[in-house]
């Protein structure tokens, strides 16, 4: 048995040097040298795919932006070997190659599985920061829905206390106050809606939840000259230019420097997304 085995590595090796040669000297074709491969175990022909090699493939189509591609390799790994050393990677790969694809919903989902599945692994602050980005990144125009908003202020306040220390901290803090920013500017929006159609005690109240709750928004000075407007009792001027803000998400990079730790307008090395 074991001259057997010996032989048959010996053959595998002798075939396998036969190969190289003919391919270096360009003696053969693409279809013989896969057939000489299937013959001792090698090639796509050998019908033996290992996960690592599946990984190894995903991660190239991955690092040059082929995510669609890099996507069905890591669904496989997943599907055939879910136990494997590469099961993991395979598992953040894919929800990172949904991200990319802007398929946010989608992304989402998988990360929150990979944080229910492995909740120790290092890899926990990255997941939870590409959770709130999944919702940042879906952040429209203020008089939209503004439950992304809303939603990306919480997973990066819940990535924030889980882990103070992480490399995310800085910037997850600064795109909570652009979110938070936007969430301010949506208020004012509306507020300014119900002026414009007097309904003033419905402006005041937003005017105040505004004010009491975003008071560092960029538009806190102008909701409280027309707070106190409309507390005045004179009436407030109803043009349509003059009611209607200017609405954006601010860039989150120049709230940096409100922590301390980044310059406004620098960038953290944990960003993966504007």
């Not at 070997?81 to 989402?108: I, T």
């Not at 407030?236 to 860039?251: C, H, M, Y």
Request: hydrophobic share 40%.
């Amino acid at each position: 048995m074991i001259f057997l085995k010996q032989n048959s590595r010996f053959f595998r090796t002798c075939v396998l040097a036969l190969v190289m040669l003919t391919a270096a000297t360009g003696l053969t074709g693409c279809a013989t040298l896969d057939t000489m491969l299937g013959w001792v175990g090698f090639g796509e022909s050998s019908g033996q795919e290992t996960p690592e090699a599946l990984a190894m493939e995903g991660m190239a189509d991955f690092n040059r932006g082929k995510y669609s591609a890099a996507l069905k390799r890591f669904a496989e790994i997943k599907d055939r070997f879910p136990f494997s050393d590469v099961a993991q990677l395979a598992e953040l790969k894919a929800a990172d190659s949904n991200y990319y694809m802007d398929r946010f919903g989608e992304a989402k989902t998988l990360y929150e599985e990979f944080e229910a599945n492995h909740p120790t692994n290092e890899a926990v602050p990255y997941v939870l920061f590409q959770i709130g980005m999944c919702s940042y990144s879906q952040i429209g125009t203020s008089d939209r829905d503004p439950g992304s908003a809303h939603n990306a202020v919480q997973a990066f306040e819940r990535l924030n206390r889980s882990y103070p220390k992480s490399p995310y901290f800085v910037e997850a803090s600064a795109r909570i106050r652009a979110a938070r920013d936007f969430l301010a500017q949506h208020e004012f929006s509306v507020a300014t809606f119900y002026v414009r159609t007097d309904e003033d005690k419905q402006a005041q109240g937003r005017l105040e939840y505004l004010l009491a709750n975003y008071p560092e928004a960029s538009v806190a000075s102008q909701a409280t000259q027309l707070l106190a407007q409309l507390k005045s009792g004179q009436g407030v001027e109803k043009t349509w230019r003059r009611f209607v803000p200017t609405i954006s998400l601010p860039d989150w990079q120049s709230f940096t420097s409100a922590f301390g730790l980044l310059p406004a307008g620098s960038g953290n090395s944990g960003a993966v997304k504007e």
